[in-house]
C-alpha cells in the first residue's frame, strides 16, 4: 500500500464515520459540526485528485458559508428534542429500506463500469505546471459554455423571482419610502399650539 492510498482510506474511513454521525445523532448542533467534518475530509479527498479547485470551493463555499448559516439558524430556533425523538423508531425501518435503495442506485451508477479509474487520470499524472482550475476553466468556457450560460440564466431567473415575491406589497402592511423622509420639511411636521394659562381651581377658590 502506497502512502496516497492510505491516506485516501484514512479521510475516507472519516468520511464515512462522520457522515453517518450527521443523521445518527440527536442534537441538531453537533448534527452540523459532523457535516462540516465531512465537507473538510471531502474536500482532502479532491485534494489527492488533483481537484484543487474543488476543494477550495467545498470549503470556501459550504463550510464557509452555509455551514455557518445553518449554526446561526440551529442555534437561534428553540427546538423541542424531545418532540425530535418520538418518530425515530417509529420511521427508522420506512429510513434504512429508502437509504438502503439509494446505496443500490449508487453502486449502480457509480460503478467501475462508468467511474472506474480507467476513466480518469491517476494523481501525479501530470506534469509540475499542470493547474486543475486552468484546465476546468478551458473546459466549462469552451466545450460546455453554452449549458454554463444557460444556467447563469436560471440562476439569474431565479434570483429575480426570489427578489419579486420578497418585495411584493401585502395589505396591511406599512413601508417606508426615504425619499418622501428625507424632502420633509419642519411646517409639515411641527405646529405650533397658542394655549390660555390655566385658570385656577375651584378647589383653591374655596380655600382662598
Known sequence: MTFETGVFYFFSTILLLSAIAVITIRNPVQAALFLVLSFFTASAIWMLLEAEFLAI???LVY???VMVLFLFVVMMLD???VRLREGFWRYLPLGGLI???LVIEMALVLGAR???LSHFALPGGHGAGYSNTAA???QLYTTYVYPFEVAAVILLVAIVAAIALTMRRRKGTKYQNPSSQISVQRASRVRLVKMESEKPSVAADVKG
Do not use: D, E
Open 99 to 101: 437509504a438502503l435503495l
Open 57 to 59: 470551493t467545498l470549503v
Open 79 to 81: 427546538i423541542n428534542l
Open 63 to 65: 463550510v464557509g458559508a
Open 114 to 116: 462508468n467511474f472506474g
Open 136 to 138: 476546468l476553466g478551458m
